[in-house]
């Protein structure tokens, strides 16, 4: 018997962005590792094949486009922001902030505002687009482990979501980061820890 109840499940795509996945892409030199070791974009795009089979609600949780002028004044800039500001992360209108090819929206698939630092769900309409869909249970997959990922997955739980996440549907700058969310971070407040063929697997149960 899945542990899903697959009408009030969500599958969320955090930051799938050129300049995370695509080779050319701003932090591709840094992902490039773990978003190949993990195989993470022939996995999301298997677990997206999937769970529109099966009718699972697709949602996509972007960061924010980055434009020249948007941390004037900030009172408070943390490490992302101000990575985000050196490079004009994710760029508006520019290639780097497209999702990759492999993984682009369908007819269907919902879109959240974009998020300003790690969480999905802070300062964003996520929660009440899952709501308003009946959602009670949230897999994560995506960019970057340590951050967003980490960041969503906690969130969700304290609004009282089911949390999955997906372990090789994720990656990071580096493996010690995709180690101390798997390892250390998810097992202390997540609900499970799944590999790509494994949800696959109990979704068709």
Same mark, same amino acid.
């Given at each position: 018997?899945s542990?899903y109840?697959?009408q009030?499940t969500a599958?969320?795509?955090i930051?799938?962005f050129?300049?995370?996945l695509?080779?050319?892409?701003k932090?591709?030199p840094v992902t490039? *590792?773990?978003v190949?070791?993990?195989?993470?974009? *022939?996995? $999301?795009?298997?677990l997206?094949?999937?769970?529109?089979?099966k009718?699972?609600? $697709?949602?996509?949780?972007?960061?924010?486009?980055t434009?020249?002028n948007d941390?004037l004044n900030?009172?408070?800039?943390?490490? &992302?922001?101000l990575g &985000?500001?050196?490079?004009t992360l994710? *760029?508006?209108?520019?290639?780097?902030?497209?999702f990759?090819?492999?993984?682009i929206?369908q007819?269907g698939d919902?879109?959240?505002?974009?998020?300003?630092?790690?969480?999905?769900?802070?300062?964003?309409?996520l929660?009440?687009l899952?709501?308003?869909h009946?959602i009670e249970q949230?897999?994560?997959?995506?960019?970057?482990?340590?951050t967003? $990922?980490?960041s969503?997955?906690?969130?969700?739980?304290?609004l009282?979501y089911h949390v999955?996440? $997906?372990?090789?549907?994720?990656g990071?700058?580096?493996?010690e980061e995709i180690?101390?969310?798997?390892?250390?971070?998810?097992?202390?407040?997540?609900?499970v820890?799944?590999s790509?063929?494994e949800f696959?697997?109990?979704?068709?149960n």
């Amino acid at each position: 018997m899945s542990l899903y109840q697959l009408q009030k499940t969500a599958l969320i795509l955090i930051d799938p962005f050129n300049d995370f996945l695509s080779e050319g892409g701003k932090l591709y030199p840094v992902t490039k *590792e773990t978003v190949e070791g993990n195989k993470v974009v *022939e996995n $999301i795009k298997k677990l997206l094949t999937a769970a529109r089979e099966k009718k699972i609600q $697709i949602v996509y949780a972007p960061h924010r486009h980055t434009q020249k002028n948007d941390y004037l004044n900030w009172k408070f800039m943390a490490p &992302s922001h101000l990575g &985000s500001k050196g490079i004009t992360l994710f *760029e508006k209108n520019s290639w780097g902030a497209e999702f990759h090819p492999d993984l682009i929206m369908q007819e269907g698939d919902l879109l959240a505002q974009n998020h300003w630092t790690a969480s999905g769900f802070a300062n964003t309409d996520l929660d009440f687009l899952l709501r308003q869909h009946n959602i009670e249970q949230i897999v994560l997959v995506g960019m970057r482990a340590n951050t967003c $990922i980490d960041s969503t997955a906690r969130y969700g739980v304290e609004l009282g979501y089911h949390v999955t996440l $997906i372990k090789d549907g994720i990656g990071a700058f580096n493996w010690e980061e995709i180690k101390a969310t798997v390892e250390t971070n998810f097992p202390n407040y997540g609900h499970v820890l799944s590999s790509t063929e494994e949800f696959i697997a109990n979704i068709n149960n």
